[in-house]
C-alpha cells in the first residue's frame, strides 16, 4: 500500500490531496479509505481527495489502482467505483479535478485508465456529468450493462411484484417459512448455501469466506445478511441473501440463492419481501440486484426475473481513456 502524500493546487479554494485519508462524509464503501487500503499494493496507488481549504473539507473522493501495463483503474476490485461526491460540486470543479488528477497519473506512468460506473440510477445527475467529462476527453465506452434495482416506497411488497411471486409468497408463508434478517456470525451458514447455489447454475463465486469476514471486520455495520428458514426451528436455511449498505442511500444485494430442493418454493421472492421490509425500516432509497447482462448480452431469463419481483433497468457504463 502507498504511503506517498502529495497535495495539488486546483484553483483558489481547492486543491487535491493524494493519500491523506481525511475524513469524509458520504462516500460510497468502494471509495472508503479503508477500502483502499485494504486493496492497494503498489506505490502508485492513488486515493484522491478533492479538498476546500478554508474549512479542510472534502468535497469529492477517487481512487485509483496501478494494474499493470501503464494502466490504472477505478476500482481495483468492487462493482463499481469512479468518482463520489461528499458535498454538492459544480460541474466546472468536477472536470477540473478530474483532469488535474489525469495529469498526475499520468506523471506516475499511467497512458490508460479504466473507469467502472456506477449504475446512473444511483445518482443520475453525477453519472451523467461524468459521462459526459469521459466522452469529451477522449474515453471511450468499454462495457455498458443493464442493472435492476427498484426505488423505496411506503407501499408494501407485494404491490410490487407480478401474481406468480405474490402467490409463491403467500405460499411459503402459508407452509410456514420465515425470513428474517441474522447475525453475522452466522454468515458463513448463509454463504454457503449461496456458494452452492452459483456452483450448481455456473455461476463464479467471486470472493471466499475468507474474505467475505475480512470485509465484515474491515466495514462493520455495512454487510447484512438474510435468511429463509422453513419452518420455526430453523433447522437449516434454505435460501440466503448477502447485501452491502453501499452508502447511507443504497442497499446492493451481492449475492443470493436458494437450496437445490426449493424449486417448488422459490424462496427468494420471501426472501426479497424480507429485503425490502428492511430497506423502508433503514430509510435506503434504493435497494440494487446487479446486473442482468454480461458483456452488454441480456440474459433475458435473470431479466424476467427480476422484473417479475419489481425491479427495473438502469445504465451501468465503465470507459476506457487514453491520458
Known sequence: MTDRQ??????????IRINHFLPADGNHIFNEADYFKLHSGSSNDVYAQLVRTAENKVCATISFYESGDKVFVSPKRGTFGGLGLNCPLDA?????FLVVLFHHLKALGAQEIHVKGAPFSH??????????ILLRRGGVIASHEINHDMRIDARPFSQRIDYGNDKRIRKCLREGFIAQQI?????????????????RRGYPVSMTAEQLGTMVETFPGRLHFFAVYPDSKRSRIVAAAICIAVSRSVLYVFYWGDAADMSSYSPIALLASRIYEYCQQQEFQLLDVGT???AGEPNHGLIKFKRNLGFSESLKLSFTCRI
Open 183 to 199: 447475525d453475522v456470525s452466522g454468515f458463513e451458514d448463509a454463504y454457503n448455501v449461496i456458494r452452492d447455489n452459483r456452483i
Open 6 to 15: 502529495e497535495t495539488i493546487a486546483l484553483d483558489a479554494k481547492h486543491d
Open 123 to 132: 445518482d443520475l445527475a453525477l453519472s451523467s456529468l461524468v459521462s459526459n
Open 92 to 96: 466546472q470543479t468536477v472536470e477540473r
Open 292 to 294: 442482468s447482462t454480461l
